[in-house]
């Protein structure tokens, strides 16, 4: 048995050394063969010179694994690079994104810290430097308006997967499409919702942070429905059955027995709903209006971070801009949390079937 697995793992890595040799030389060949390509004709530009190397690749090791292994290990090979190209392609920029806002806000944040984070434009001037204002304000505003609209729409979000689940009548089909809908309309519609429905009768006064957190429960709302239902529909039907021939009334099997089987992923919902609404923008436009002040009062203008990036982002002044790009670091921190959580509590979360 010894010798068996000696031998199958001395062919082993032969095959993966031969597989990494085949790669690199069809790469290395793309790669000259396009430079020389682009010599001779006289052609530039860094972009283009990466998408030809990319398909140059492609043919060079399609044709190279179809002389050597056939058709079959071609196209195995072949959708294999595809998938881990698509793969990189899509994860650079995204970690171009992260690294240059953290390379543009760091530096602001750490800063006399912690004074970013408690600090408003209180003590701005004309010749104030970058450390005398913060965004206590807008991170102030940002959680009591995220907590505020998360303790209005998951009971309501909750209810309403339950019902979407345990009944099948017309009332259900309807409020299942509407949440579809919600599900796909974008954000600013939230705003509209709210501004024409309670801002726009009490005028300047409807301009809260309370308005700000009915149009971000707008958004939140069928998040959460559609995370509960989806988690409700995979628990078996005998965990209700069960408690039905106990003697249990429905209700209480739905929240003694259901719902608390499926808190694991009905909470996952509820933090990725809570990350999808932290950096929305639009609705608070029509809703928040906006303070550079510390306040703490949701019936008054209150600041939130993406309101505060959005308003100082095109600001013709450096230190604006630098509060900007400081409040977009505390924003991405907050979001990589929240999602990082998320994949916590949904790895450790398992139906029992």
Same mark, same amino acid.
Request: aromatic share 12%; hydrophobic share 55%.
């Given at each position: 048995?010894?010798?068996?697995? &000696?031998?199958? &793992?001395?062919?082993?890595?032969?095959?993966?050394?031969? *597989?990494?040799?085949?790669?690199?030389?069809?790469?290395?060949?793309?790669?000259?063969?396009?430079?020389?390509?682009?010599?001779? !004709?006289?052609? *530039?530009?860094?972009?283009?010179?990466?998408?030809?190397?990319?398909?140059?690749?492609?043919? %060079?090791?399609?044709?190279?694994?179809?002389? %050597?292994?056939?058709?079959?290990?071609?196209?195995?090979?072949?959708?294999?690079?595809?998938?881990?190209?698509?793969?990189?392609?899509?994860?650079?920029?995204?970690?171009?994104?992260?690294?240059?806002?953290?390379?543009?806000?760091?530096?602001?944040?750490?800063?006399?810290?912690?004074?970013?984070?408690?600090?408003?434009?209180?003590?701005?001037?004309? @010749?104030?430097?970058?450390?005398?204002?913060?965004?206590?304000?807008?991170?102030?505003?940002?959680?009591? $308006?995220?907590?505020?609209?998360? %303790?209005?729409?998951?009971? +309501?979000?909750?209810?309403?997967?339950?019902?979407?689940?345990?009944?099948?009548?017309?009332? &259900?089909?309807?409020?299942?499409?509407?949440?579809?809908?919600?599900?796909?309309?974008?954000?600013?519609? !939230?705003?509209?919702?709210?501004?024409?429905?309670?801002?726009?009768?009490?005028?300047? &006064?409807?301009?809260?942070?309370?308005?700000?957190?009915?149009?971000?429960?707008?958004?939140?709302?069928?998040?959460?429905?559609?995370? *509960?239902?989806?988690?409700?529909?995979?628990?078996?039907?005998?965990?209700?059955? !069960?408690?039905? !021939?106990?003697? +249990?009334?429905?209700?209480?099997?739905?929240?003694?027995?259901?719902?608390?089987?499926?808190?694991?992923?009905?909470?996952?919902?509820?933090?990725?709903?809570?990350?999808? =609404?932290?950096?929305?923008?639009?609705?608070?436009?029509? @809703?928040?209006?906006?303070?550079?002040?510390?306040?703490?009062?949701?019936?008054?203008?209150?600041?939130?971070?993406? +309101?505060?990036?959005?308003?100082?982002?095109?600001?013709?002044?450096?230190?604006?801009?630098?509060?900007?790009?400081?409040?977009?670091?505390? %924003?991405?921190?907050?979001?990589?949390?929240?999602? =990082?959580? @998320?994949?916590?509590?949904?790895?450790?979360?398992?139906? $029992?079937?």
């Amino acid at each position: 048995m010894e010798l068996v697995s &000696s031998i199958f &793992s001395t062919v082993q890595r032969s095959i993966q050394g031969r *597989t990494l040799v085949e790669t690199g030389g069809s790469a290395v060949a793309a790669v000259a063969l396009v430079w020389l390509s682009f010599t001779v !004709a006289g052609i *530039t530009g860094p972009l283009g010179f990466g998408v030809c190397c990319l398909v140059g690749f492609f043919v %060079l090791y399609g044709v190279l694994c179809w002389l %050597l292994h056939g058709v079959l290990a071609m196209k195995d090979r072949l959708a294999t690079l595809a998938i881990w190209s698509g793969a990189l392609i899509a994860f650079v920029p995204l970690i171009a994104v992260i690294y240059y806002v953290v390379y543009k806000g760091l530096p602001v944040v750490a800063a006399n810290f912690p004074s970013f984070f408690v600090k408003d434009f209180s003590g701005y001037t004309a @010749t104030a430097p970058v450390t005398a204002v913060g965004a206590g304000a807008a991170i102030v505003g940002t959680i009591e $308006q995220v907590g505020l609209a998360t %303790l209005f729409t998951v009971p +309501l979000g909750i209810l309403t997967a339950t019902y979407l689940v345990n009944f099948r009548n017309t009332l &259900s089909r309807v409020s299942s499409s509407v949440v579809d809908a919600m599900t796909g309309s974008p954000a600013i519609i !939230a705003g509209l919702f709210v501004y024409l429905l309670w801002v726009k009768p009490q005028k300047e &006064s409807g301009q809260t942070g309370f308005a700000a957190a009915l149009a971000l429960s707008v958004m939140m709302l069928p998040i959460i429905v559609r995370s *509960t239902e989806e988690t409700l529909k995979l628990l078996p039907d005998s965990l209700k059955e !069960a408690g039905l !021939a106990l003697g +249990l009334p429905f209700h209480r099997v739905i929240f003694k027995v259901i719902v608390p089987v499926g808190v694991g992923g009905i909470l996952s919902g509820v933090m990725l709903s809570i990350a999808r =609404i932290t950096g929305e923008t639009a609705p608070l436009l029509f @809703t928040a209006f906006g303070n550079p002040y510390l306040s703490v009062s949701l019936t008054k203008p209150m600041q939130s971070l993406p +309101l505060l990036i959005y308003n100082y982002a095109t600001s013709p002044y450096t230190d604006w801009l630098n509060l900007a790009w400081g409040a977009s670091v505390v %924003l991405l921190l907050w979001v990589l949390f929240l999602n =990082i959580f @998320t994949k916590i509590i949904t790895r450790k979360w398992k139906v $029992q079937l």
